[in-house]
């Protein structure tokens, strides 16, 4: 069973950076992609930020340009740098990673980390 544990989050003011960690049971190299979502009070879980076992990232234009993931398979581990974050930035962040097998997609997600960013 694959465990997903999220860290990093706070509480920041708007303009700030915050650093986020998710870092994984057992390789992560075995995923297809790994993501960051995030939910916010009474709105719907969205996606943030993509990157794919073979690097390649994909972001929500809401945080292009600010939000980086990256990935480091040594530490079994992926980040999403955070800059110049904005009030509308608050959420609960939530990782998530998935692998095919036989055409059934297998879904991991973390426990969620908290993200205050006060105006």
């Known amino acids: 069973q694959v465990q997903l544990v999220e860290s990093g989050g706070g509480l920041v003011q708007a303009g700030g950076s915050l650093r986020l960690s998710c870092a994984a049971s057992?390789?992560?190299?075995?995923?297809?992609?790994m993501d960051w979502y995030r939910q916010a009070p009474g709105k719907q879980r969205e996606l943030v930020a993509v990157?794919?076992?073979?690097?390649?990232?994909n972001y929500a234009d809401s945080v292009k340009g600010r939000f980086t993931i990256s990935r480091d398979n040594a530490k079994n581990t992926v980040y999403l740098q955070m800059n110049s974050l904005k009030p509308e930035d608050t959420a609960v962040y939530y990782c998530?990673?998935?692998?095919?097998?036989?055409?059934?997609?297998?879904?991991?997600w973390g426990q969620g980390t908290q993200v205050t960013v006060s105006s």
């Open positions: 057992g390789s992560i190299f075995s995923f297809n992609a």
């Open positions: 998530n990673a998935y692998y095919y097998r036989t055409g059934v997609k297998y879904d991991y």
């Open positions: 990157i794919t076992n073979g690097g390649s990232t």
